[in-house]
């Protein structure tokens, strides 16, 4: 007897397993003709014939159309779960956080992209399918929230989360969605508090010297390790931010080095080396190498060096070529010194002078340096 309840278990186990497979065969089947024609053209014929089962044995499991549909829009929002609030929930600075919203809901964009085509086209028709998208719907209205409570910013970044915005931009306009994030957010934004006003973008300049003084001060602290999120933390925006700027990390990094060596060197073509004494300009000078960013830039180059091994060597070099371009401006110009090789005498100078960087160096060094160049008087004899 026990034999024949544990066979019996077992064909009935077995059944169900069959039964289950069979109606996972046919979701599949329907939801990839949803994504191929869309259901308003997708016939029971052909799920049928896709799914490898007879009319009848698709109408045991399924015996209308919506029942169908159900099952497939079930099956494939199992497969794709909507984005998760919780993802963006934590930021708590408004326009961060829906840049970051937008910018999940954009990513799953891309990967649904067939499917919710033909949803979104069948829905103005089908009741059911409409249905179907009433939590998709819902979660695009609580994100909009987030823009602002006033009725033209919300409207606007809800147009944004549309996916018909999304394929305008992306899929057909070529934008990356990180550039298309960033340009709804400025429309979105520009909207808040201005009712009856013409939408103009926020300014982006702003955002992206902050990124780039943020990151700075990252990278002065914890090397190129840093992390994106902290750099965008630091500069009071979303990530999105950084890339609609910077392609990479290293792009960032580079762009911060540059941009620290370009002030370093329009801070020494600023001295006057017709205006002040030798000395003077030598203390000039070695203010322009110790200031507090050209310290902090230079920890940074020596720590990086093995990561930018041809580039460093550049970088480091460029604040002293100009530094050294000016003393010679001074040099040629000195009274009463005659100077064979100007090039060489002031490679001679900054290395007494302007490398030590002590002010009693520096004296004694532009003395040495006078001295050593200073043009003899002459010793030919007196005329009777």
Same mark, same amino acid.
């Given at each position: ?24 065969r ?10 191929s ?7 029971i ?61 954009y *990513? ?12 979104t ?5 089908m ?8 939590e ?38 070529g934008?990356?969605?990180d ?28 955002k992206r ?6 990151a700075?001060?990252a990278?002065a602290e914890?090397g ?21 700027h910077?392609?990479s ?17 329009a ?5 006057s080396?017709?205006?002040?004494d ?21 920890s940074?180059?020596?720590?990086e ?15 002293? *070529? ?21 090039? *060489?005498?002031?490679?001679?100078l900054?290395?007494?002078?302007v ?21 003899p ?8």
């Open positions: 007897m026990s034999q024949v309840v544990r066979s019996r278990n077992y064909d009935l186990g077995k059944r169900a397993d069959d039964v289950l497979a069979t109606r996972t046919i979701a599949e089947a329907g939801m990839q003709l949803y994504g024609v869309g259901p308003s053209r997708t016939t014929s052909a799920v049928a014939d896709l799914a490898g089962v007879r009319r009848n044995t698709l109408y045991r499991h399924f015996p209308t159309e919506d029942e169908l549909f159900a099952a497939c829009s079930e099956h494939f929002w199992s497969l794709h779960p909507l984005p998760d609030p919780a993802r963006w929930r934590q930021v708590e600075e408004p326009q961060c956080r829906f840049e970051e919203a937008l910018s999940a809901v *990513a799953y964009y891309a990967e649904t992209t067939d499917v919710l085509a033909n949803l086209r069948d829905a103005e028709f009741p059911v399918v409409e249905r179907s998208l009433e998709y719907r819902a979660l695009l209205t609580g994100i909009a929230h987030i823009a602002g409570e006033d009725q033209p910013t919300r409207a606007t970044a809800r147009h944004a989360l549309e996916f018909g915005t999304w394929r305008s931009l992306v899929d057909r306009g934008l990356s969605d550039v298309a994030v960033e340009l709804m957010s400025a429309l979105a934004f520009g909207t808040a508090g201005r009712r009856g006003a013409v939408v103009e973008p926020a300014p982006q300049q702003g010297d902050a990124v780039v003084r943020a700075f001060a990278f914890h190129f390790r840093v992390s994106l999120d902290e750099i965008a933390e630091r500069a009071g925006v979303s990530k999105v931010t950084i890339y609609s910077f392609t990390k290293e792009a960032l990094f580079r762009t911060v080095i540059t941009e620290q060596l370009d002030e370093a060197v801070a020494a073509r600023e001295l080396p017709g205006e002040v030798l000395r003077t300009l030598c203390e000039a000078c070695v203010d322009v190498l110790t200031s507090p960013a050209m310290v902090n830039l230079h940074v180059l020596e720590a060096s093995k990561r930018f091994p041809e580039d460093t060597a550049a970088w480091l070099g460029r604040v002293p *070529a100009e530094l050294r371009r000016v003393l010679e401006i001074a040099v040629r110009a000195l009274p009463g010194i005659r100077i064979p090789d100007p090039a *060489a005498a002031v490679s001679q900054y290395a007494l002078c490398q030590p960087g002590s002010p009693d160096v520096i004296e004694s060094g532009v003395a040495m340096f006078l001295n050593f160049y200073e043009t008087p002459s010793t030919a004899p007196a005329k009777a």
